[in-house]
């Protein structure tokens, strides 16, 4: 069976989570990011967008540094997904 492509690895915010409890879908609720976004880019299959930048470290009490690694940061864009969740909030 192939392994799962985890371009950027796991990031380390996956530990933070694990270490406090935090289920993804609790984080993706809270924070309006898509479920399935937020685990692609935990996981390391994508890179981190510049909403999670902004929305997962004020959410989680933590720098960016702490929690995403400096090649997914430097990779990442926008992502259409984290700002439909928001526009169906507002």
């Known amino acids: 069976m192939p392994k799962p492509d985890t371009r950027y690895g796991h990031q380390p915010i996956l530990v933070v989570l694990l270490s406090r409890g935090i289920k ?3 984080l993706a ?3 309006g990011i898509e479920y399935n976004h937020l ?3 935990i996981t390391g299959r ?3 967008s510049k909403q ?3 929305i997962l470290p004020d959410a ?3 720098p960016v ?3 995403f690694t400096q090649r997914s940061i430097d990779d990442g864009g926008y992502s259409s997904k ?3 969740r928001q526009s169906v909030q507002s």
């Open 29 to 31: 609720r809270e924070s």
């Open 60 to 62: 989680l009490g933590l």
């Open 24 to 26: 993804y879908a609790q």
């Open 65 to 67: 540094e702490e929690l």
């Open 46 to 48: 994508t890179a981190v």
């Open 39 to 41: 685990a692609n880019v």
């Open 82 to 84: 984290v700002a439909l």
């Open 52 to 54: 999670c930048l902004q």
